[in-house]
């Protein structure tokens, strides 16, 4: 098994579908090599802190979308398995869709978070003063 998995490849494949509802430039996201080589991703919307308005100091986070049909008809991606959870209290913290197959015949595992891991610090600013979305510096994730 080439050891080389193409990370940025994967996870730019990832991004061209995923959809926020409103201005939102990033994803909280992780990768690790599994102990049988599979490379494992992780990926979920990230809070945000409101700066301006009645709302100001609010911690919230946007809604997306994903085709996921779209996703597996990416050239190099070949789907084998593909499930979801609910939160359980015991076992599953957020919702998520996970998937398994390979990227360029390299074998991967997908969970695709369907609202922000609890606990996570904002990592932009909804600025309603000046109407704009920016990082929160030293969070990007």
Not at 60 to 72: K, Q
Not at 103 to 124: C, G, N, R, S, W
Request: proline share 6%; charged share 25%; net charge negative.
């Amino acid at each position: 098994m080439d050891q080389n998995f193409d990370e940025a490849g994967f996870k730019d494949a990832v991004e061209r579908h995923w959809k926020y509802h409103r201005p939102c430039r990033h994803r909280m996201r992780s990768s690790e090599r599994l102990a049988d080589g599979t490379m494992q991703f992780s990926a979920a919307p990230i809070f945000q802190e409101i700066l301006g308005g009645d709302q100001d100091g609010m911690k919230v986070w946007s809604a997306f979308e994903m085709n996921l049909s779209d996703l597996f008809s990416e050239p190099s991606i070949e789907i084998t398995e593909v499930g979801f959870r609910s939160v359980c209290i015991e076992c599953t913290p957020t919702p998520f869709v996970g998937v398994r197959g390979t990227y360029k015949e390299q074998p991967f595992v997908l969970m695709i978070h369907l609202q922000p891991i609890a606990d996570t610090e904002p990592v932009e600013i909804i600025d309603t003063i000046k109407n704009t979305t920016r990082a929160i510096n030293g969070r990007q994730p």
